[in-house]
């Protein structure tokens, strides 16, 4: 029931109530449009923020994932490198090793071919010992080894799952760089079950595996990179703010707030008019 009272105002108090209801839904759209963000914290959504700092937990573990598949691509890379080389280094040697298995060349170029022979068998070995990439190397199989082999398990996602690439016995890629000594030894050589046959098909067995290693790794990185966009996405969806939105929702509030501080002015006056019946 309403009444006259000027230790009640009634009207002020409902104006005040709508004005400060108001300066709230103001500042919460004004914190939306300067953050960008409709959660950006606790007070805002509980429920919302702890499934978007979760997502933001699985997000960061992707990059990192990938930050790690980044050097065990690097150490693939390199030893597939370096037996490439070797492969081709092979060739070269099959050809000299061909012409040494000829027993109409002369001592002379026996000699020349010999000390080729043993010129490409030293680089076959070196490159097998220097396919390094930060201190590890898979071409080979000792873990306490400089620098660093045995086999490498890496981890592939967020949630820790692992994979593992193992590592080739580089020894078993190289030959003895002492030349064959007569065209009957070089033939040996060179026939099926030499040593010779023997290296070319360790060689080409550690091309496949490591080729299909970096075949993996190459896919769990592009698999990780629109994983991570994918939950970008979604987190998008879950906290950022409409700005078009809250464009124009700050703009009816500011209008708003202007229509309840001069409606709270007018109901503060009420009391005054009663000053009226006592003159």
């Avoid at 300067?34 to 979760?54: E, K, L, P, W």
């Avoid at 037996?83 to 026996?110: C, H, N, P, W, Y």
Wanted: no cysteine.
């Amino acid at each position: 029931m309403l009444f006259n009272s000027i230790n009640t105002n009634a009207q002020s108090l409902i104006a005040l109530q709508s004005l400060n209801i108001t300066n709230d839904q103001l500042s919460t759209t004004q914190k939306r449009v300067s953050t960008g963000f409709r959660v950006s914290d606790a007070r805002d959504d509980g429920g919302a923020f702890a499934v978007a700092q979760s997502v933001r937990s699985d997000m960061a573990g992707v990059v990192a994932v990938n930050e790690q598949l980044g050097g065990i691509k690097g150490i693939l890379e390199t030893t597939f490198a370096a037996l490439s080389v070797v492969s081709d280094t092979m060739k070269q040697l099959r050809a000299t090793l061909t012409r040494l298995a000829d027993g109409a060349i002369s001592s002379e170029q026996r000699t020349a071919y010999a000390e080729q022979y043993t010129f490409l068998a030293k680089q076959v070995a070196s490159f097998v010992d220097d396919a390094t990439y930060n201190g590890r190397t898979l071409l080979s199989t000792v873990s306490t080894a400089i620098p660093n082999g045995g086999n490498i398990t890496a981890i592939r996602n967020e949630a820790g799952g692992l994979f593992t690439i193992e590592a080739v016995d580089g020894s078993a890629l190289k030959l003895t760089a002492t030349a064959p000594t007569n065209a009957a030894a070089a033939q040996t050589s060179i026939n099926s079950g030499g040593a010779f046959d023997i290296a070319e098909a360790a060689i080409s067995k550690a091309l496949n595996q490591f080729g299909a290693s970096m075949a993996f790794v190459d896919s769990q990185i592009t698999y990780n990179s629109k994983k991570s966009d994918a939950m970008s996405n979604g987190l998008g969806a879950l906290v950022d703010a409409d700005l078009a939105r809250e464009s124009s929702t700050l703009e009816a509030l500011k209008v708003r707030q202007q229509l309840g501080v001069q409606t709270l002015g007018l109901a503060n006056q009420g009391p005054q008019v009663l000053l009226g019946l006592f003159r």
